[in-house]
């Protein structure tokens, strides 16, 4: 024993060690079967999930153009269908600002053209809105190599929006604040800090995955508590993620996040069918894009839920309850179409869930101990699909009855603004009927259900 210690110090144990792990590793592929990835591999930090957990706050100094401009544009635009004095003594400013970004900018970020197009006042005009092309051409190169649509997305908002008030503390709620807010409002900042929540508390969800695709086998008593044990973690996790969702009321007024917020999320669809578009001048096929706006329907999270209890929002596998005739009117392919919105690796790791040969529906349905725990689990994601509802009448549905102003003359022009503009039912920022969207995601996730 003396010899060994003698010998076989740290340094060599650890090497000899990892020699081993490659060893079998090159065995298996050998065999083909390839050993499981880690969460490292799809940009999953351990720590803080799909949020960086060192974001960068600000490009190189070659691009700080697009810096200074995305700074000074709160303070020099307002909304074009903003009829206050302060609005539209703006204006000719915000000409200036469109004309300086038409000649100056080499490469501009998604807020950019959001400030752009929503900052211009609204016109009758059925015609298409042309981003020009010191805009659309290096937005769409870099959106290419991002593997994301190039356009305001979830994840300009929200996971690359943050960045750490203390650089040396890890990035948590306390330690978090969010770097361009439209409506420089704390209602806009207590929105992305709500949603910065769930992506954290995710994180736990990420980790089990991770782990629960690791297990040496799936069939074993231990590996069954194990699963077992894990679900019911998850059931509290999305009971957890539920009541962060609801929180936000607490700091996000309704109103504000309607009228002052939500309309900077618009994106080409905002008005679904009937919506003219907008052109990327310089891009070829440029009507073929993905320019929907932000939508929590593009947060990686819920997809990884998703895609975990295997949800059939596309309504492909035959379940009990039969689909409603609202279900059947949905847009079944919503869910699919909010992945091109996320970061490519985040896309990519959903593929990887997808491809597991370890399915977990079907190991519950084979498996009386899993069946009860997974069940559950559905049914606190289908809970949390209700209070959706719920956040998104509140915040979507009743404000559009509101008016933006208090005062009369002022509401009755935004009003007539608003009728040219919008017919038909209420639509999220991607330009889908909101409630039968809604509902349709909570009914697939309650078909789930192992009966």
Same mark, same amino acid.
């Not at 109103?255 to 990327?280: E, L, Q």
């Not at 996320?342 to 101990?369: D, F, I, K, V, W």
């Given at each position: ?23 079998? $590793? ?12 880690? =969460? ?22 070659? %691009? ?25 003594? /703006? ?15 080499? $490469? ?40 994301? +649509?190039? @356009? ?18 890890? &990035?948590?709620?306390? =330690?978090?604040?969010?770097? #361009? ?35 040496? =086998? ?7 508590? /194990? ?20 929180? @936000?009321?607490a700091g996000c007024d309704? #109103?504000? %996040? ?9 994106? +080409? ?16 096929d440029s009507d073929k ?25 596309k309504l492909s596998q ?8 609202? =279900?059947? /009117? +949905?847009? #079944? ?44 689990? @559905? ?21 559009? /009855? ?7 003359? &002022? ?32 009914? +697939? ?7």
């Open positions: 024993m003396e010899y060994i210690h003698n010998v076989l110090t740290p340094p060599h144990l650890l090497r000899m060690g990892a020699s081993a792990l490659s060893e079998v $590793l090159q065995r298996l592929r050998t065999l083909g079967v390839e050993p499981p990835k880690s =969460n490292a591999e799809f940009d999953i930090a351990r720590e803080t999930g799909f949020m960086p957990a060192y974001p960068l706050q600000r490009l190189p100094l070659a %691009f700080d153009f697009w810096e200074r401009a995305l700074t000074e544009a709160p303070e020099i635009l307002s909304l074009g269908e903003d009829v206050t004095e302060d609005a539209i003594a /703006k204006r000719a400013g915000s000409e200036l600002w469109r004309q300086r970004i038409r000649e100056r900018a080499h $490469l501009v970020l998604a807020y950019l053209m959001h400030y752009y197009v929503h900052s211009t006042p609204p016109s009758a005009s059925t015609t298409a809105f042309v981003i020009p092309r010191t805009l659309s051409i290096p937005l769409v190169t870099v959106s290419e190599l991002l593997g994301i +649509a190039p @356009v305001l997305t979830y994840a300009d908002t929200v996971l690359w929006n943050a960045y750490p008030i203390n650089p040396a503390l890890p &990035m948590t709620l306390d =330690n978090m604040r969010f770097q #361009h807010l439209f409506s420089g409002t704390d209602d806009e900042e207590e929105f992305y800090r709500t949603s910065a929540g769930v992506e954290l508390r995710g994180v736990e969800l990420l980790n089990v995955i991770e782990e629960f695709l690791s297990l040496p =086998n799936v069939t074993d008593s231990s590996a069954v508590w /194990k699963i077992s044990r894990d679900l019911q973690r998850i059931t509290s996790l999305i009971d957890e993620l539920n009541d962060i969702v609801q929180s @936000v009321r309704p #109103h504000v %996040f309607y009228w002052k917020i939500r309309p900077w999320y618009r994106g +080409a669809d905002a008005n679904g069918p009937s919506s003219p578009g907008w052109i990327f001048e310089g891009v070829s894009l993905d320019l929907s706006g932000p939508s929590a329907g593009q947060s990686t999270v819920f997809h990884v839920l998703d895609v975990w209890f295997d949800i059939d929002h035959k379940r009990y309850p039969a689909p409603s005739d609202d =279900n059947k /009117k +949905a847009d #079944h392919g919503f869910m699919e179409r909010m992945r091109r919105y996320m970061p490519g690796s985040h896309r990519e790791y959903l593929h990887y869930l997808e491809e597991s040969s370890r399915p977990l529906r079907e190991l519950a349905r084979t498996t009386p101990a899993l069946r009860e725990p997974y069940n559950a689990a @559905v049914m606190a994601l289908k809970k949390f699909r209700d209070c959706h509802i719920r956040v998104a009448c509140l915040y979507i549905v009743s404000m559009s /009855k509101t008016a933006r102003y208090k005062c009369p003359i &002022m509401a009755a022009i935004a009003k007539e603004q608003e009728q040219a503009a919008r017919s038909g039912p209420i639509r999220g920022t991607g330009g889908n009927e909101l409630s039968t969207l809604l509902k349709a995601g909570r009914d +697939a996730t309650r078909r789930a259900i192992l009966e």
